[in-house]
């Protein structure tokens, strides 16, 4: 076993196989490394409130010249959050999620935190914002995170949000378009809109435009949009093969919430591959991702036979 501090790495070799081992990047998340009085380096886990001399980075050794895993082989519909960032530092990144205050978006915001991002949880409840930002907290006393106002049901809201963003003079590096309401009655936003649509896209959209300049300057940059697999299961053109506007915003009485839903989704999916196609020659990247099967979160809540669904279904669905 041998220590270099000057290349701050470990390493060491197997008395039996001779196989090397060294032990190299960041410590886990929720870990500091501290020195006692007596000028000997310690190890803190503030997450499971406990120290120790032995480096935790052990458990992780790799072995030197591995044969690197593709990532088909390396991650799958198991992985976790926490197993897929091991060993990432994303200190000095800066983070947006909305809809960050529950469900996936709150488990993403927390995951992202812990290995160091600036998260700003953007919530159309600015109090819940406040109670998941202290969650997180609760986690890692160190995190930098923030709740700020966003209401996609307004696009007045999503303006004043980006000029709040644009006034801390921030980078922002990941932009995650998390938000959604599914199942919801038919309503009109105060824009005069469908509800489903305006919050599950067009808020998105008009976001994803007022701090376009932000992304770009601090290139390089992502956008994630949580779309789901539910958007094949629908149509937005009419006969002709024509895009049909009124299918985007339906009257009540054209109105469907699952067919709304799915069509928002569809939106999420278009506009994302446009994005993309546009911003990725400026080092802005778009990607839309389907999140997994009727994932037990909150958002079934508007209507008892999706909670039925979504209980009955939770045994055989990843959890948060």
């Not at 000057?6 to 032990?23: A, I, N």
């Not at 209401?151 to 949000?161: G, K, P, T």
């Not at 949580?226 to 054209?254: A, C, M, N, W, Y």
Request: neutral net charge.
């Amino acid at each position: 076993f041998s220590c270099s501090h000057l290349e701050e790495k470990t390493q060491w070799e197997h008395p039996k196989s001779g196989k090397r081992k060294r032990v190299a990047g960041d410590l886990p998340y929720g870990w500091e490394q501290e020195t006692d009085e007596n000028g000997q380096v310690y190890f803190v886990d503030h997450i499971n409130k406990r120290t120790t001399y032995l480096d935790p980075r052990l458990a992780f050794t790799v072995e030197d010249n591995p044969i690197k895993p593709t990532t088909r082989q390396k991650y799958d519909g198991n992985s976790t959050a926490m197993e897929i960032l091991q060993g990432r530092d994303l200190s000095g990144k800066v983070v947006i999620i909305t809809g960050a205050n529950s469900g996936i978006g709150f488990e993403t915001a927390k995951s992202l935190a812990l290995h160091g991002a600036c998260v700003i949880l953007a919530c159309r409840s600015l109090a819940r914002g406040n109670d998941a930002v202290q969650r997180i907290l609760g986690e890692w006393h160190k995190a930098k995170v923030e709740a700020m106002t966003l209401d996609l049901a307004s696009l007045q809201s999503v303006q004043h949000f980006a000029e709040a963003f644009k006034s801390k003079n921030l980078p922002l590096h990941i932009l995650i378009c998390n938000a959604a309401v599914f199942g919801a009655p038919w309503s009109l936003t105060e824009d005069g809109l469908e509800s489903t649509f305006q919050v599950n896209h067009l808020g998105h959209f008009y976001l994803v435009q007022l701090l376009e300049d932000v992304l770009r300057q601090s290139s390089p940059a992502r956008v994630v949009v949580v779309s789901s697999e539910s958007h094949r299961f629908t149509e937005i053109k009419d006969s002709s093969g024509q895009l049909d506007f009124s299918l985007l915003s339906p009257p009540k009485k054209d109105y469907w919430a699952m067919l709304a839903y799915n069509r928002s989704k569809l939106c999420n999916i278009l506009f994302s591959n446009e994005l993309n196609r546009r911003l990725s020659p400026h080092g802005v990247t778009s990607n839309s991702v389907h999140p997994g099967n009727m994932i037990y979160s909150s958002i079934h809540r508007n209507w008892w036979v999706y909670t039925l669904l979504f209980t009955l279904a939770r045994p055989f669905t990843k959890s948060m």
